[in-house]
């Protein structure tokens, strides 16, 4: 038996952390370019330490236009949410790699959240991040996560109150989402401010392991936000390179290679 | 009813959004339940309904309809109200509340126009800058009302994405709060989206029908058009609990729920999660919002305000659905019988009205007639060749 999903994602911060960096997890839409090209943009993210799975939703209120037109293109060419679980199950199994599915409130309601976290957790996925779910809202995905041991995040951002952060840590997510700037993602030019206060408060108040995401795209900002946190996610940036290539192989080599520069950019900031 | 502390009325309602805006929800409810037991406040909104809005609106007997139809139908005039439409009773007290909470910015989202025009009239009223988020495909069949929001010094922006109506316009003007949320209020335009704003929306539109309940002795039918739901639960809200009156709720039944293009997510829909609440929605299997479809802007909406499922699951009102043939009638029939062109909105709950004659025969109706129809005058025109 293999480890439960919150060790998995503990160990994987806890390996990173050992080289002294935080954790690279790219975020990708399951289904594009193409559905059957999408298992090879995984693997062509090799130096990736694990991978954000984002099943589509054609209504995402956190996604600026990048990631929103990803998950419309994703769906117009017949992604489904049933295709985008077993895409999770061959990117686990095909890269051994953390697989961590991001989706929204509606499609996992709809497919019920028991059977969701079932199907994910039989999949090999190790946590799950809902955008439109607060604390208020997020009991029955917390309960059903712990029941399979599918490490469940929980959102924490700039404008979220010292007692609402209090309320998130109590509730006892596995993990830390920390939006890095106000507003939906998509890509920056530089890395907010607000990103490290942030983190300065959540490593105030408790031990959970913090990534963030939200406007993160070049390597120095990966490097700036992996000095304050566990892991980063660059989300944008990637699917953006998916998005402008000519074909499925060139959007392969182009994903390669961008992840490999915020990997070693975060190697090399090892002090 | 007042929802729960979760925002909830029964199961349906709720807050789900992305965090970042769960700060300013937590402000606004308790900014708008401060304000709302604020006599200081609701005097400056009375008197901004009475001297600005031009309230109370006129509850009008409409004879010669009523003779024709064999019932005795009298009108709610919210198209009298100030820019045409009942959607100026929300915004101008939101627009209040945002100079309250010392926010110098709103945006709001616009199907029909009409509330982005209520709410650009309010901001040029308090000194508000003000955006509207409203879909390409609207600004093209309500291209007088986007002048009228230019006008009004608000900056109109374009919504091309998806069907490029009223859902996208909702979403667009959501992700604009979820980067401006420091600055900006979000003056959404129905009882729809994440609590406090059902609450909040329909508290402002009860005016609606707590002057029905002085205006007019007690009917024994209630109709109103739903789109998102303010006009309608505005004017139920006096009435619910009294046995003794008929609630009905008329959804937009596009080309007919059957052909699947239509806007009834009450009436032919199923609960889940749309623009921050739990409600009834047009969806697919997999959760995917479907799209909506009705010649009435305003109704083209794939979702409804929480408290109406609650009200629907409970059996307190009646929802029916029109189709958009059957409102077009309605709006040529009160035009040439009245004198009144009413929006294409409330022409489906007079549609109803005429579909459902026979059964109401000699009964005492009060119907929202909700905005005037200048807007749709163009669309009809179209229509007509
Ligand atoms: C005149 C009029 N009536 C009704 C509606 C539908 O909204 P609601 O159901 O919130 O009253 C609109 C919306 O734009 C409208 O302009």
Redesign the pocket.
Known sequence: MADSGTERIRSMFAAAAEQGRAALLPFMTAGIPDPESSLAMFQAMTAADGFEVGIPYADPLMDGPVIASAGRRAIDLGMTIDAGLELVHQVAATTGKPVIVMTYANPVLQYGIDRFVDAIAAGGAVGMIIADLPVEEAAPFLEGGRRRDVGMALFVAPTTTDERLERIVAAQPAFLYGVARLGVTGEQSELAATASELAQRVRAVTDLPLVLGVGISTPYQAVEAGAVADGVIVGSALVRRVLEAEDAEQAAEALGAAVDELAAAMRGSES | MTPDERGRFGEYGGRFAPETLLSALDELEAAFAEAWEDDAFRAELDALLATYVGRPTPVYHATRLSEQLGVDLWLKREDLAHTG???INNTVGQALLTRRMGKPRVIAET??G??GVATATASALLGLDCVVYMGAKDMERQALNVYRMELLGAEVVPVDVGAATLKEAVSEALRDWVASVDSTHYIIG??VGPHPFPWMVREFQRVIGEEMRTQLKRPDVVVA????????IGAFSAYIGDPDVRLVGVEAGGYGIATGKHGASLSAGSPGVLHGSYTYLLQDEGGQILEAHSVSA??DYPGVGPEHAFLRDAGVVDYESVTDEQAIAALHLLSRTEGIIP?L??AHALAWVVDNADALRGKTIAMVL??RGDKDVQEVAGRDG
Not at chain 2, 225 to 232: A, E, T
């Open positions: 439409a009942h959607k199907g029909a009409q509330h129905s009882v058009c739903v789109g998102g739901g303010s006009n309608s305003g109704l929006a909105e409330p909700s905005g």
